[in-house]
């Protein structure tokens, strides 16, 4: 993708803090706003999770060679109402940045069909400018009981808004009655968005999530 074309900067000048995929996303979405590159309309945060908050994700940067890293949630940025196919920005995946969603797809996403029930994978869907005004997050989930960092945070000062100072696990959740955006089961978001479902992508090739 020619520099020209970039809605956002290139992967390695995208603010990023390992681990707080929320908040890489919340700023790509926040740059997007202020350098008005694309309308913000085109843009949706997804949130990938289940009520188990284990799901399995391939071609990871921390995974280990064909095997999964199983999340207990991710975030992604979505850019459609494109000619082509539509766009996925996600900062802690090998594939290319973006990636179109056909190809993370099969190869991130791959399939529900032949793992077992409790790692299927729900994604909740909030346009982009639903994100920068409602959520919040104090990080206290990255903290342990001593309250020691699980992971060093972001440099810059924690996301809150006028109403809340801590609102994640409302995005987190795949409940639909709970919190912003809409809640897909993985076959119907990618009929939606993608115009397939996750059937004609490739199986899972780790036992683990299949015995």
């Known amino acids: 993708m020619k520099s020209e074309d970039r809605?956002?900067?290139?992967?390695?000048?995208?603010?990023?803090?390992?681990?707080?995929?929320e908040e890489n996303v919340w700023k790509l979405c926040e740059f997007v706003r202020q350098e008005r590159t694309v309308p913000l309309e085109q843009l949706f945060v997804i949130f990938i999770s289940n009520?188990?908050?284990?799901?399995?994700?391939?071609?990871?940067?921390?995974?280990?060679?064909?095997?999964?890293?199983?999340?207990?949630?991710?975030?992604?940025?979505?850019?459609?109402?494109?000619?082509?196919?539509?766009?996925?920005?996600?900062?802690?995946?090998?594939?290319?940045?973006?990636?179109?969603?056909?190809?993370?797809?099969?190869?991130?996403?791959?399939?529900?069909?032949?793992?077992?029930?409790?790692?299927?994978?729900?994604?909740?869907?909030?346009?982009?400018?639903?994100?920068?005004?409602?959520?919040?997050?104090?990080?206290?989930?990255?903290?342990?009981?001593?309250?020691?960092?699980?992971?060093?945070?972001?440099?810059?000062p924690p996301i809150h808004t006028t109403e809340s100072h801590m609102n994640l696990d409302d995005f987190i959740s795949m409940d639909p009655a709970v919190g912003w955006g809409t809640v897909f089961s993985l076959d119907h978001f990618l009929q939606s968005y993608a115009g397939n479902s996750s059937s004609s992508s490739s199986s899972s090739s780790s036992s683990s999530l299949t015995s």
Request: hydrophobic share 35%; net charge positive.
């Open 7 to 21: 809605i956002i900067p290139s992967r390695e000048s995208c603010v990023y803090t390992s681990c707080y995929c």
């Open 51 to 156: 009520k188990n908050r284990m799901v399995p994700l391939w071609k990871q940067k921390s995974g280990h060679g064909d095997r999964p890293v199983i999340w207990d949630y991710h975030v992604i940025l979505l850019q459609v109402g494109l000619q082509s196919d539509s766009l996925v920005y996600d900062l802690d995946s090998e594939l290319s940045f973006p990636c179109s969603l056909k190809l993370y797809a099969a190869q991130a996403f791959r399939s529900d069909r032949n793992i077992r029930p409790e790692y299927h994978r729900k994604l909740r869907v909030v346009p982009a400018d639903s994100f920068l005004l409602n959520f919040a997050s104090d990080r206290s989930h990255m903290k342990t009981s001593d309250g020691s960092w699980r992971m060093p945070p972001p440099p810059y």
